[in-house]
C-alpha cells in the first residue's frame, strides 16, 4: 500500500477505500442481477433491500424536486447517502471513521457544493443568480452584497465541519474511554459506546447530511 | 502602590514560562466547551416543540421526526466549533 501524492496514506483514507471498493462491488452484482430480473418477478434477498431502500429514498426527496430534476440529481443524493451510511458505520469493523479526517468530509461537501453551482446555472440561471445577491430592495445592495456572499460560502464549510465535528467527537471520547479502562471494562463500555456514537449519530449524521444537500439544492433550482 | 504592580509584573514575567502556557491551554479547552450551553437549549427546545406539535397532530409524526432530527443537528453545529477549538488547543 505505497502510493504517495501527497505524504502518508491516512488511515481514514484506507477504510474509505474499503467502503468505496465494497459498494462498488455489492452495487455492481446488485445491478447485474436487476438487469436479469423481469418486470413480473417479485425481488428477493439482497435486490429486495435496495429496492426498498431506494424507494424510500424517493419518496423522501420527490417533494423537493420535480420533473426532470429528480433525474439530475436524484443519483448523486443517493449516493451520498449510500456512502455516508456505510462510511460512518464502519468503525463497527475495526477501521477508524473515514469522516474523522477533516479531509475526506470536506471533499463530501465541496461535492454538494459543486452540485449548488450546477444546479444554479442549469436551472435558475446565471443573471437570476447576480441578482439574488442584491437583495429584494435594491437600495440595500452595500450590505445585501458582503452578507450574501458569506452566505454563499458557510453553507459547504458548515456542511463539512458538522460531519467532522460530530465524528471525531465521537473517535476522542471512545479513545478516551479506553484509555482508562482495562480491556474486561473496555468490552462493556465498547457495547453502549458504539452503539452511541457510531450507529446513532453516525446514520442521523449521515441522514442530516443528505437531508441538508436535498434542501439546500432544492433551494438552489427555485426561481 | 506603584512598586506593588511593578513587583506583580516582574514576578508574572519570571514565572511565564512554558508550563504556565500549557496550563493555560487547558484553561482555554475547558473555557471553549462551554459553548455546549448553546445547543444545549437550543436543542431542548426543538425536541420540546417537536413533542408538541406530536401531541397536537399524531398523525404527522413522521414528517415531525425527521424536521426535528435535521434541526436539532443545525444546533448542535456551534457547540461542535467549540470543540473543534478545544481540540486544536489540546492537540494542535
Known amino acids: 500500500m505505497n502510493f504517495e501524492l501527497t505524504g502518508p496514506l491516512s488511515d481514514q483514507l484506507v477504510s474509505s477505500l474499503v467502503v468505496i471498493v465494497f459498494l462498488g462491488i455489492v452495487i455492481i452484482i446488485t445491478g447485474i442481477r436487476v438487469g436479469k430480473l423481469k418486470p413480473t418477478d417479485t425481488p428477493k434477498g439482497l435486490l429486495l433491500v435496495f429496492v426498498l431502500f431506494f424507494e424510500a429514498v424517493l419518496n423522501l426527496i420527490k417533494p423537493h424536486f420535480s420533473g426532470k430534476k429528480l433525474k439530475v440529481f436524484g443519483p448523486y443524493l443517493t449516493a451520498v447517502l449510500l456512502y455516508l451510511v456505510f462510511a460512518n458505520t464502519v468503525s463497527l469493523f475495526g477501521l477508524k471513521t473515514p469522516a474523522s479526517n477533516a479531509g475526506i468530509a470536506a471533499c463530501c461537501s465541496i461535492m454538494t457544493y459543486i452540485m449548488l453551482r450546477f444546479a444554479n446555472i442549469r436551472f435558475k440561471g446565471i443573471k437570476q443568480k447576480l441578482r439574488d445577491f442584491l437583495g429584494r430592495i435594491w437600495y440595500m445592495f452595500p450590505i445585501m452584497i458582503p452578507i450574501n456572499l458569506i452566505g454563499e460560502f458557510s453553507t459547504p464549510l458548515t456542511m463539512g465541519l458538522r460531519l467532522f465535528g460530530n465524528m471525531i467527537s465521537g473517535l476522542v471520547i471512545s479513545t478516551m474511554v479506553y484509555a482508562v479502562l482495562n480491556w474486561v471494562a473496555g468490552i462493556f463500555a465498547g457495547v453502549f459506546l458504539h452503539v452511541v456514537f457510531d450507529i446513532f449519530f453516525g446514520l442521523i449524521q449521515a441522514f442530516v447530511f443528505f437531508m441538508l444537500s436535498v434542501v439546500n439544492i432544492s433551494m438552489a433550482t427555485e426561481k | ?92
Open chain 2, 1 to 92: 502602590m506603584l512598586h506593588n504592580v511593578f513587583a506583580a509584573i516582574t514576578r508574572f514575567a519570571t514565572e511565564y514560562n512554558q508550563f504556565f502556557t500549557d496550563g493555560l491551554k487547558y484553561v482555554g479547552a475547558g473555557i471553549a466547551v462551554l459553548t455546549g450551553i448553546g445547543p444545549g437549549i437550543g436543542q431542548g427546545f426543538a425536541a420540546g416543540k417537536a413533542a408538541e406539535a406530536i401531541g397536537r397532530q399524531p398523525e404527522a409524526q413522521g414528517k415531525i421526526i425527521t424536521t426535528t432530527l435535521v434541526t436539532a443537528a443545525l444546533a448542535e453545529t456551534t457547540g461542535l466549533y467549540g470543540l473543534l477549538v478545544a481540540l486544536l488547543l489540546i492537540f494542535g
